[in-house]
């Protein structure tokens, strides 16, 4: 999956179609229940295929329909990501024991449904809104308690991490957890992002099943410490804002870049063909399509965003009068570069701390303005003691009613109304009157 687009690298059978299979099979000569995902109807009504015409048929199971069926995607990390965690998910809901190179875990049998439920496919539940690199297969998208506490399983939403309930978010205050926390005797110390926890629960069960070998492999071990310290690790860090260097020494790698998805296409040293025809053609198509879609984001989103950024920062003083807040007419748009670039030109000089705009559900967002344009360091983050709560808990410690949520990073929090998105930032300019005026922000 290094890079390749999903149409040009797929077998006659894709990933999710040979993984259904040859666990259908598996579980058929068994004798227990399948986890075929090519048989059973979606909710939506679109079928998974025809298998059901077959001996084994998996009309009953329990198991099925866990995710969709993947489809070609246009944009080559992607390709590389989604399908490999719609993969990770693909395990979920089977009775798991974790491997003894993990942390105890017991056998977790997915809880029992009424009998006139049987038929329904299990559902993952996932928040809505933006989506991030370290979750797919969601059919559930919603941050609504209710609905969440019907899924089977949850993942980077919930404010939960409880592995034999099957709930697997890492937002929460009290997560810490990493490889190494969870796993003794594992060397990775970067927090875990959902993606981590599910490699961390499934991955020996996944790679076992597609290198078509038992879980006791040392074959499986090897690979599973190279996937992670090559792909998963990169994944947990972006997601939870983990500055790749420090002190001159890099904590994780980077192995995601355009020049290495380029590079993975020459022949291995090993392969009998050493041709280079083919991957140099799968390279050309990759590097087309990822710059036209880099134009076609910089025409049609970064560059209109310039006007609205040159907007907010006219009216900064209507927003609040210390000019430090500014407001977003439009939320989403990429506002960080042109806020460095018009920021030098302001008279009186004033360093720019928050930015407050609306999301996708009309709710509103208050994001701190980061010190540098590819940090994951903020100039001001919202208070410590309000990282990581949500809702109720949150109002408490705030004393501002309505909020939503702020995160364990501290570079983001949501409240329901404008004036309450406001009022986090102006608690948190009143806990740091002084700010020093922005320097070099375009170091990169």
């Not at 003894?100 to 977790?108: C, G």
């Not at 879609?293 to 950024?309: D, E, I, N």
Request: charge should be neutral; charged fraction near 20%; glycine fraction near 6%.
């Amino acid at each position: 999956m290094g890079g390749r687009c999903w149409r040009e690298c797929a077998p006659p059978l894709s990933l999710m179609q040979y993984l259904s299979w040859s666990l259908h099979l598996d579980f058929w000569r068994s004798g227990e229940d399948c986890l075929c995902l090519c048989c059973v109807p979606l909710r939506c009504g679109r079928s998974r295929g025809k298998a059901d015409k077959r001996k084994w048929s998996c009309a009953s199971t329990s198991f099925s329909g866990l995710v969709p069926a993947p489809t070609p995607l246009s944009r080559a990390r992607s390709c590389m990501v989604r399908p490999f965690l719609r993969g990770l998910l693909l395990l979920l809901p089977l009775p798991v024991s974790v491997p003894h190179r993990l942390f105890s875990l017991e056998s977790v049998q997915p809880p029992k449904r009424a009998r006139s439920s049987l038929m329904a496919p299990p559902r993952i539940g996932t928040h809505n809104g933006t989506f991030h690199c370290d979750e797919d297969a969601e059919i559930v998208r919603t941050r609504d308690p209710e609905k969440l506490a019907s899924c089977d399983i949850v993942v980077d939403v919930g404010g939960e991490y409880d592995p034999q309930r099957h709930r697997y978010d890492h937002h929460q205050r009290s997560f810490t957890e990493t490889m190494s926390s969870l796993s003794p005797g594992k060397p990775w110390q970067t927090k875990l992002s959902s993606a981590g926890l599910i490699y961390l629960h499934f991955g020996h069960k996944l790679l076992a099943q597609l290198l078509g070998t038992s879980e006791e492999d040392s074959m499986v071990g090897t690979l599973y410490d190279k996937m992670y310290e090559n792909f998963v690790e990169e994944v947990d860090a972006v997601d939870n804002g983990i500055s790749q260097w420090e002190e001159g020494e890099p904590r994780y790698a980077v192995t995601t870049t355009l020049s290495a998805r380029v590079a993975r296409l020459n022949p291995t040293w090993n392969q009998p063909n050493q041709d280079t025809e083919a991957g140099f053609k799968h390279a050309m198509d990759l590097v087309r399509e990822e710059f036209l879609q880099r134009l076609h984001f910089y025409q049609y989103s970064w560059l209109p965003a310039r006007a609205l950024v040159e907007e907010a920062l006219a009216q900064r003083f209507q927003v609040d009068p210390s000019g430090k807040i500014i407001e977003l007419a439009k939320g989403g748009c990429p506002w960080k570069e042109h806020l460095y670039h018009l920021e030098s030109g302001l008279s009186p000089p004033v360093t720019i701390t928050f930015v407050i705009y609306t999301d996708q559900a009309g709710q509103w967002r208050v994001q701190c303005v980061p010190k540098e344009l590819h940090s994951f360091q903020s100039r001001l983050p919202l208070p410590e003691l309000w990282r990581g709560l949500r809702d109720e808990a949150l109002d408490q410690v705030s004393g501002i009613p309505g909020c939503i949520f702020v995160h364990a990073s501290g570079f983001i929090g949501g409240h329901h109304t404008r004036e309450g998105a406001l009022s986090m930032a102006r608690a948190t300019l009143a806990q740091h009157p002084a700010c020093k005026p922005p320097t070099s922000p375009l170091i990169q």
